[in-house]
């Protein structure tokens, strides 16, 4: 097949459509992708794109550039990012004169990314297929505190007219299917199309490892990994921190960057906790394996939003893929998640007592113990978030 995958992320960025063009590729397809100039997540460009359009190749993938503003550090710049975006993929996608036999577009934040794609299936009378990742309008009203009604108003609308000019639709997460439905969406549309982790998690686990490369401390790490923002609860995160430094073996390490990268360094300062925990600040993906081999417990959180009990980070399927334990404080599919595949120990959203207890308890497990929770996730992950089970799916049904 030859195939037009619309994104506004993609490589150098570090998302998973990334993993699924490359793959589509292995597997004989020809595919093309639209998207805008990397900019994720510093907000600056990465270096050698800017402002311009350009074409490249990688790893057989055909990349069509369009010019986008960078996203910056304030609202206003990541509001003119995403409309960018939209305006630009569009004219592109209008004139693009290149033929496809199917066109998939993959709705990170905004959902309005999609735009692109819809406008060259209209043009050129082709199915579009999207991956809800981000459930709109309910994340942007979360994460943004939206209050006007009206705002909520206009934001349904242009999602139902985005999922009524869609005509599949994969969900990354089961609990999204009662949104989409409410949204005028009929179920026969819409398919379940997790998130898997990448090859790199499952290769090399009994490798050595240097705990002195990443300057990760000795003793009962706490691990968590990935975007250091609003949604992960950071507040409660340091509570439990604090209820845990009494026992000095016990030790945090956050790896990752983000909104609250700053407002956590400062307090762990001001908390005197620098010997109880440590920032690594951002990594590449790569190296993600080898630091959770350091780790001993990996740690998932998310604010009481109630979008966020739809939502199982993409995260977890890479901790179970590790053989890690999990430690949750989080709401709904997560930790059912977690419960059903045996493989950690939940706290609900906000709950930093229990999961201070859990952390404790766990602490005074024998390695045995904690290594067959661990192994636990590792086969409900290869039962239910295979890659290739994954893909083939996706493949059947675009």
């Not at 550039?65 to 004219?91: K, M, Q």
């Not at 309910?138 to 007219?161: D, G």
């Not at 997790?194 to 290769?203: G, Q, R, T």
């Amino acid at each position: 097949m030859k195939i037009l995958i619309v994104s506004q992320y993609f490589w150098p960025e570090e998302f998973r459509i990334n993993d699924l063009a490359i793959d589509l590729i292995e597997r004989g397809h020809t595919v093309s992708v639209i998207t805008g100039n990397p900019n994720y997540p510093k907000g600056k460009y990465f270096k050698g794109y800017g402002l311009k359009y350009s074409t490249e190749i990688h790893k057989g993938i055909r990349i069509f550039r369009v010019p986008i503003f960078a996203r910056g550090n304030t609202s206003f710049n990541l509001i003119v990012n995403y409309l960018s975006f939209i305006f630009f993929g569009s004219v592109f996608s209008f004139f693009h004169k290149e033929k496809y036999d199917k066109v998939f577009a993959v709705n990170y934040s905004p959902i309005t990314a999609v735009i692109p794609a819809i406008v060259y299936c209209k043009k050129n009378k082709l199915k579009l297929a999207i991956w809800v990742l981000d459930l709109w309008p309910e994340s942007v009203i979360a994460a943004s505190n939206i209050k006007s009604k009206k705002i909520q108003k206009w934001l349904t609308i242009l999602v139902k007219f985005i999922y009524k000019n869609s005509d599949t639709i994969f969900v990354a997460n089961e609990g999204f299917e009662k949104s989409l439905i409410e949204k005028e969406v009929t179920k026969n549309k819409i398919f379940f199309m997790p998130n898997w982790a990448e090859d790199i998690f499952l290769k090399n686990q009994k490798s050595k490892y240097n705990r002195k490369k990443y300057d990760i401390p000795d003793g009962f790490v706490i691990m968590f990994a990935g975007n250091l923002g609003e949604g992960q609860d950071f507040q409660s995160i340091i509570k439990a921190v604090e209820l845990t430094k009494e026992n000095e073996e016990i030790k945090w390490v956050f790896v990752g960057d983000g909104r609250k990268y700053n407002w956590l360094k400062q307090e762990v300062i001001e908390k005197k906790l620098e010997t109880t925990v440590t920032l690594t600040g951002r990594l590449p993906t790569n190296s993600m394996p080898e630091l959770f081999r350091q780790a001993n417990m990996m740690l998932v959180s998310l604010n009481n939003a109630p979008i966020f009990s739809l939502t199982v980070p993409g995260k977890v399927q890479s901790y179970m893929a590790s053989s890690k334990p999990i430690l949750t404080m989080l709401n709904g599919e997560a930790n059912n998640l977690v419960t059903q595949a045996n493989c950690g120990f939940i706290a609900e959203s906000g709950d930093y007592h229990q999961l201070s207890e859990n952390i404790k308890k766990c602490a005074n497990l024998l390695p045995k113990e904690l290594e067959e929770i661990g192994k636990n996730g590792l086969r409900y992950y290869q039962d239910n978030f295979s890659k290739k089970i994954i893909i083939d799916n996706f493949i059947n049904r675009l």
